[in-house]
């Protein structure tokens, strides 16, 4: 999908509110979708193919769910058209964890990732319907290795050189026998978590949150700290200590890191 034939082909709803100003297209992040930021309306637009897995439908779903809950964007509009998807998001003001801005005090950055992960794994789950549990996952992860979507060049360095279809083989043999399960954002990355004012003031990037195992987001983080130049043993540890987890169960971290690869 082309980012200018996208955006000339908006639905006519959506072209009244957004205007005819150009839109901005932000390439941060890993996101499928084509994302533009709109700066008069101080929101964000994904333009995406329909993708059953992940459809943009559901990350809206999340965000309506979340409202009140948590701080995350405003949906301003979605629609499904002629095999796209079009969501219209408000800005949350900040910056996001991984920004230079902050590596002049990396404590406080962990910290705040931290406690932004407790506060959301804290949510009450028992009316949510957003499931993301462990079946769901690995049904996911062996479609996207059917459909040939799983990227071997992209592996971890510790994955680099073994077949997609080896490493599945591997996380089938991994799979824990138990969930913790809570409420979990399902990418708790760095560039997915907002920061204003010395606390955290939203998260984005709510296309895989739902309930799921705690351990979903913990190995993200920390493979996210890692991969930002943060993941001495110091600050991984204060992470720890901030979330409030004495001993992380290191094969679910390894679990929860290598199926991500299936994403």
Not at 143 to 158: A, C, M
Request: charged letters at 25%; glycine letters at 6%.
């Amino acid at each position: 999908m082309q980012p200018r034939n996208a955006v000339q082909e908006l639905p006519k709803d959506l072209r009244r509110i957004v205007g005819e100003a150009d839109l901005v297209q932000n390439t941060i992040g890993c996101s499928k979708a084509l994302v533009f930021y709109i700066p008069h309306i101080r929101s964000y637009l994904k333009i995406a193919a329909y993708n059953d897995l992940e459809p943009l439908e559901y990350e809206a779903a999340v965000l309506q769910w979340l409202k009140g809950k948590l701080p995350v964007p405003q949906v301003h509009y979605y629609a499904k058209l002629g095999g796209r998807e079009y969501l219209l998001i408000s800005e949350i003001e900040g910056l996001d964890c991984s920004r230079e801005e902050h590596r002049s005090h990396p404590e406080e950055m962990v910290r705040n990732l931290a406690a932004g992960l407790r506060r959301m794994h804290d949510l009450d789950i028992s009316q949510c319907p957003l499931d993301q549990t462990l079946e769901v996952k690995l049904k996911k992860a062996r479609s996207n290795l059917e459909r040939g979507l799983v990227d071997e060049n992209q592996f971890e360095p510790r994955y680099q050189g073994n077949r997609a279809e080896d490493l599945y083989a591997l996380l089938l043999a991994q799979r824990p026998a138990s969930q913790d399960l809570c409420f979990t954002h399902g990418d708790y990355c760095l560039p997915n978590i907002i920061l204003k004012d010395g606390a955290v003031s939203g998260f984005i990037d709510l296309g895989r949150a739902g309930v799921a195992d705690r351990y979903v987001d913990l190995a993200l983080a920390v493979r996210s700290l890692q991969y930002n130049n943060y993941g001495s043993p110091r600050l991984v540890e204060l992470f720890f200590e901030v979330y409030g987890l004495k001993e992380p169960d290191p094969a679910k971290m390894e679990f929860y890191t290598l199926l991500d690869e299936f994403s």
